[in-house]
């Protein structure tokens, strides 16, 4: 079988290690893929938004299956236009993508049908944004309503803060037109979690929780990036948190895109905070989550291409998904100065019994050798029977990876362990 892989980055290697442990899988093409990823696929210079490109590499190359991984893709409708080639897929179709693409429409959809969320206004208009601020409890979120790189969201301390952020997003269009309309929604309190699932409309199979880092700089602070490091699973989701989970988000929001006629098939990934009044929904992903991607499936002890054909096919009830023993570490080793600048273009040495461990996000290949070309360069994920086990080995292994301006938090899983405690 050969498949078509969309998109560039470390969840997309993490995807592709993991389907070439089908021994059915003949070649995986990606698109575009990246420096790392020509180790275990054949990239093409085809970006991940060039729909069209897209197409006429399918019409050329005909693979067998496609996995569609980003969001901009999915909610410009790849799916849609694979499919239509007759290229079975996995990932959503625009219209279930819309719960990614809009967070008025996903804030909206969870208040029409009871799914507990932040309580929330939406605003297009300025103004009228500026002016609820000056009454507004805070600290409040600000949302920008379409897709910004995972950046679209402004925890706003003060009142002053939050006007900035409205402004900056409104009459400054730091995130384009995906500011155009925002989301304004009470702060809510307590620890995160990250769950991913397999979905086809029909059942929803959670994978095993994880913990994001998003901030740069250890102890959580300094400024958001697309996440410094991910632990799994996460001790804050207990037996009851899950039971509470899937009964008042997963099958209900399951249940509300179907009622939508937007049926969601693919890899539905619910943003979560444990709250002292029970799990609620901070955001929805329709795909998989970045870094998360990188702990959880090398914890998956079933087939995926096998799981995610069944959820294309809509019999995802009739698989049998097994989840390992143990925990996993992902530490993300970047170019220092991300997310704001940083230099590119250093030769990456990986000794080769770390290289199995290695997700690959943004490095190019130079004359032969990989060098950096992006913010976050690398994830070091280790898989160990305890959480304590499995940072330690991801950071013995990550000393050992040399790259000029290697810069990573030192503290990726501590609140996990301190939990655990």
Not at 277 to 287: H, W
Request: negative net charge.
């Amino acid at each position: 079988m050969n498949i078509l892989v969309i998109g560039g980055g470390g969840r997309e290697h993490a995807i592709i290690k993991k389907l070439r442990e089908n021994a059915g899988v003949e070649k995986i093409w990606a698109l575009p893929g990246n420096g790392g990823i020509a180790a275990d696929a054949e990239c093409f210079p085809v970006k991940a938004t060039d729909i069209e490109g897209i197409k006429a590499f399918a019409k050329e190359h005909k693979p067998d299956y496609a996995v569609v991984a980003p969001d901009d893709p999915l909610v410009m409708g790849c799916v849609d236009e694979l499919t239509n080639l007759g290229i079975p897929c996995f990932g959503p179709n625009a219209a279930a993508a819309v719960i990614e693409g809009s967070k008025v429409f996903s804030k909206n959809l969870m208040k029409k049908y009871g799914i507990p969320t932040a309580r929330y206004q939406t605003f297009d208009d300025m103004g009228d944004a500026l002016y609820y601020l000056e009454s507004a409890p805070v600290p409040t979120v600000i949302k920008a309503d379409g897709l910004a790189l995972g950046k679209g969201v402004i925890i706003a301390e003060t009142r002053e803060e939050a006007m900035d952020a409205v402004r900056s997003m409104m009459a400054d269009h730091k995130f384009g037109e995906s500011g155009d309309r925002i989301v304004i929604e009470e702060f809510l309190e307590g620890p995160e979690v990250s769950v991913l699932s397999f979905t086809d409309g029909k059942t929803v199979v959670p994978m095993v929780s994880s913990m994001d880092h998003k901030r740069a700089g250890d102890g959580d602070t300094g400024l958001n990036t697309g996440g410094m490091g991910t632990v799994a699973p996460n001790p804050y989701y207990t037996d009851e948190v899950a039971a509470r989970c899937m009964e008042e988000i997963f099958i209900p929001t399951m249940n509300a895109m179907n009622a939508e006629g937007r049926t969601f098939k693919g890899c539905l990934y619910f943003g979560l905070m444990v709250t002292a009044d029970g799990p609620k929904v901070i955001e929805y992903n329709c795909r998989f989550g970045d870094p998360e991607t990188q702990v959880v499936l090398p914890l998956l002890d079933s087939d995926l291409l096998t799981i995610m054909q069944a959820v294309t096919e809509e019999r995802l009830a009739d698989v049998e998904v097994k989840w390992k023993d143990g925990s996993a570490c992902c530490v993300v080793a970047a170019s220092d100065g991300y997310p704001v600048s940083y230099q590119k273009g250093y030769e990456i040495d990986i000794p080769d019994d770390v290289l199995p461990h290695v997700y690959v996000a943004g490095a190019a290949l130079e004359d032969g050798e990989l060098v950096t070309s992006g913010g976050r360069v690398l994830g070091v994920t280790a898989v160990a029977p305890t959480l304590a086990e499995a940072v330690e080995e991801s950071y013995d292994m990550l000393d050992r990876i040399e790259f000029a301006n290697k810069y990573y938090r030192v503290d990726i899983g501590q609140r996990a362990l301190k939990a655990l405690r």
